[in-house]
């Protein structure tokens, strides 16, 4: 969202606003590499696989990416089959 893009700008200069997202991001690490173990994972496989998920979403909003509806659901479809599966 915009509001996270603008809100990690600040946090590059902001040590305050550095530190929430640095736990905002630990949590959502965290949670999403428990969902992966849950799910069977080893450890490392859980670690690389949550990062693999968050990163990509951080970075597919923060260029702004903007594709079709269509595009969005068919990509989630490969990613869903390459991360989950």
């Known amino acids: 969202s915009s ?3 603008a809100i990690r700008a600040w946090a590059r200069f902001n040590p305050y606003a550095s530190k929430a997202v640095g736990q905002v991001d ?25 990062r693999m998920i968050y990163f990509y979403q951080v970075g597919e909003y923060t260029i702004g990416l903007s594709d079709s509806k269509n595009r969005r659901l068919k990509l989630d479809k490969l990613r869903y089959e390459q991360l989950i599966k």
């Not at 630990?26 to 949550?50: H, P, V």
């Open 26 to 50: 630990k949590t959502r690490l965290e949670y999403c590499q428990n969902l992966f173990t849950e799910m069977g994972f080893s450890k490392d496989e859980s670690i690389l696989r949550a």
């Open 3 to 5: 509001t996270d893009v």
